[in-house]
């Protein structure tokens, strides 16, 4: 799950990382107030999207004066922002944050987020931070620096100086940065996040370490234990359709430019399945997982969302009957079907438990579903859809 800039910023403070005071704002003249509550200018709007690649969208602007807050927050309230992280199809901005400038000498990058290949959390930090983090990333590495941690030791003052002495900070700047860096840790750990990034972390000119910017991600599946970071999640910034299978325990993720839907029983098929209709001359339109244990409902359900996608021309349903049986599987592509109503063509290639009772269901429902016999017979019949 992602949040917003302000609302990581209240988790920073929580936790005694410093940031620049300000506060959210979701109107101009919210804005405008916030400007006047700082008393000092200048100060930056900001627009509020999950997205990166604000400010060269134009989503960023430093006010210096309060006429200036009102003209850029009328400007970036209700605009659709495009940045590389958006698409073309950009997102609608709803949420300002309004906060003090800052005396900037120099600008920093750092993360801290769970590392899968040594089952360690890992800090990454680089001098050159700010907004082409991610072309120092791909043409420069070396300038990245990378500190592990074992989450069973925990995190030590040495890991904080290697750190420090990485970025060459100055001796005054050590304390700050390594107080900083632990709370950045046990933040880490205490919510389950799956990413914690600042991009600028800066260094003022009179000898401040702070988070100028705030991006947090969280690991899903631990959101139940946090229920306050559960209050956090903005569905205006999702996909509607991935937010309506949400609500049945799906895992829906809509593939822009794709034109073949799939439902799956499993992450691991789902991902051959997307592969299949790649080589078969389609290419996927979602990635569906209903899950090993799913009922007639939420596959009725699946089936539901995959074709209220109006750019679906046809659907491939792989399921291995273990846990999900084939019958049970049968019998939720039929209600949905008659509920929703077929108009393009429908593959299903199903085996495991029940199989022979699932093609059964299938062939006395009196309608035109496709029926493949395995893998290979599904991947030709789908291609036929894809290529019309």
Do not use: W
């Not at 970036?76 to 300002?96: A, C, D, R, S, W």
């Not at 800090?123 to 907004?131: C, N, Q, R």
């Not at 022979?356 to 395995?374: C, P």
Request: proline residues 4%.
């Amino acid at each position: 799950m992602k949040i917003h800039e302000y609302q990581a910023k209240e988790l920073f403070r929580k936790f005694g990382v410093p940031v620049p005071r300000g506060k959210a704002a979701f109107s101009v003249e919210e804005a405008k107030a916030v400007g006047a509550e700082l008393g000092v200018f200048p100060v930056v709007v900001k627009a509020q999207i999950h997205a990166g690649g604000r400010g060269k969208g134009g989503g960023v602007k430093l006010a210096k004066t309060a006429a200036e807050v009102d003209q850029y927050a009328s400007a970036i309230l209700g605009m659709t922002l495009v940045t590389h992280q958006t698409g073309p199809e950009g997102k609608l901005v709803q949420k300002l944050l309004v906060e003090e400038g800052l005396p900037i000498e120099k600008e920093l990058y750092l993360s801290v987020l769970p590392d899968r290949a040594t089952a360690k959390i890992v800090f990454m930090a680089s001098e050159a931070g700010g907004m082409d983090i991610e072309e120092v990333a791909a043409k420069t590495p070396e300038k990245i620096i990378k500190v592990y941690i074992d989450p069973l030791l925990g995190f030590k003052g040495f890991h904080a100086n290697e750190l420090a002495y990485g970025l060459n900070l100055k001796p005054e700047l050590i304390k700050q940065f390594n107080a900083m860096v632990a709370a950045l840790y046990k933040l880490c750990v205490d919510y389950d996040c799956s990413l914690l990034e600042i991009n600028p972390l800066v260094l003022t000119k009179d000898n401040r370490v702070i988070a100028l910017d705030g991006k947090i991600n969280f690991d899903d599946n631990a959101i139940y234990r946090h229920k306050d970071i559960a209050e956090y999640r903005d569905l205006t910034e999702e996909d509607p359709a991935e937010v309506e299978a949400s609500k049945f325990d799906l895992n829906y993720i809509k593939m822009p430019g794709g034109n073949i839907g799939n439902m799956v029983n499993g992450a691991g098929l789902a991902m051959a399945t997307m592969d299949i209709i790649q080589q078969a001359g389609g290419a996927p339109a979602n990635f569906l997982d209903v899950g090993g244990g799913a009922s007639a409902e939420q596959v009725e359900n699946g089936f539901r969302i995959i074709l209220a996608d109006p750019a679906v021309k046809g659907v491939l349903i792989n399921i291995f009957g273990g846990i999900l049986r084939c019958d049970r599987l049968a019998n939720g592509v039929v209600e949905a079907a008659k509920k929703v109503g077929i108009n393009i063509p429908v593959v299903i290639r199903m085996e495991g438990t029940n199989v022979e009772q699932g093609r059964e269901i299938l062939e006395k429902s009196g309608l035109n579903l496709i029926t493949a016999k395995d893998v290979s017979d599904a991947a030709q019949k789908i291609a036929a859809v894809a290529k019309g």
